[in-house]
Nanobody, 123 residues
C-alpha cells in the first residue's frame, strides 16, 4: 500500500485546512487509518484515528472538537478537516494505515505511512 498526503499549506490562526490522503491498492477499506504529526526534533504525535468502516473515531485531546477525521472507502481516501487552527498545530502531518481492525494511538502499530504534508499556522 502506498499513501500520498496532500492539502497542507499556510493558514492563519482560526482558519481551516483539509488534508487528504490517497491510498493505492484494493484493500483500503480493510484498514484502520490515522493521522499523526511531527514537530521538528520531537516524537511523532497521534492526532486522530478512524475505524475501517468509518463508524468509530478517536482524537487527541488537543484537537477534539476542532479536527474531524473521515474516509471515503470507495475512493480510497482519508481526510482530516482542521478548523480553528492554532499556531501549535504547525507540524508535518502523516497519514497511516494498520491491518488490525482495532483503533490505536500507538504509531508503532501502523503498517503503512505516507510522506508528510506540512501545515504552518501563523498567529
Amino acid at each position: 500500500v502506498q499513501l500520498q498526503a496532500s492539502g497542507g499549506g499556510l493558514a492563519q490562526a482560526g482558519g481551516s485546512l483539509r488534508l487528504s490522503c490517497a491510498a493505492s491498492g484494493p484493500k483500503f477499506r480493510e484498514y484502520g487509518a490515522a493521522w499523526f504529526r511531527r514537530v521538528a526534533n520531537e516524537e511523532r504525535e497521534f492526532v486522530a484515528a478512524i475505524s475501517f468502516g468509518g463508524g468509530t473515531t478517536v482524537y487527541h485531546d488537543s484537537v477534539r472538537g476542532r479536527f474531524t477525521i473521515s474516509r471515503d472507502n470507495s475512493g480510497n481516501r482519508l481526510f482530516l478537516q482542521m478548523n480553528d487552527l492554532k499556531p501549535e498545530d504547525t507540524a508535518v502531518y502523516y497519514c497511516a494505515l494498520r491491518s488490525d481492525l482495532g483503533l490505536t494511538k500507538k504509531s508503532s502499530s501502523y503498517d503503512y505511512w505516507g510522506l508528510g504534508t506540512l501545515v504552518t499556522v501563523s498567529s
